[in-house]
């Protein structure tokens, strides 16, 4: 069983910075792509950025690039996303998510790809 449980969200003015940290337990962390979604009220969920399992491939949706980055540490099974320049778009629940069965080069975009998922952490921008 694969547990993921994200933490880092909170309320920040526009123009400001989060780090959101996914901890993932149960199996080998590195056999798993990881991924960043989010789901605003009313919106369907939609990725945000997605890293391979080896570390060397990374992937954003043009709404967070340049303003966002994640990073994993296999080392410590978690998954991270450092969101600047914040804006209240950015408003959403994030969700971490972790992708089995892809190979090791592979950024998984897709939210049907993804197996696992955790319970979500609130970011809400203020203007």
């Known amino acids: 069983q694969v547990q993921l449980v994200e933490s880092g969200g909170g309320l920040v003015q526009a123009g400001g910075s989060l780090r959101l940290s996914c901890a993932v337990s149960g199996r080998t962390f590195s056999s798993y792509a990881m991924g960043w979604f989010r789901q605003a009220p009313g919106k369907e969920r939609e990725f945000v950025a997605g890293i391979s399992r080896s570390d060397s491939r990374t992937y954003y949706a043009d709404s967070v690039k340049g303003r966002s980055t994640i990073s994993r540490d296999n080392g410590k099974n978690t998954v991270d996303l450092q969101m600047n320049s914040l804006i209240p778009e950015d408003t959403a629940v994030y969700y971490c998510?972790?992708?089995?069965?892809?190979?090791?080069?592979?950024?998984?975009?897709?939210?049907?790809?993804?197996?696992?998922w955790g319970q979500g952490t609130q970011v809400t921008v203020s203007s």
């Open positions: 998510a972790a992708a089995d069965r892809v190979l090791s080069l592979t950024v998984v975009t897709s939210t049907a790809d993804y197996g696992y």
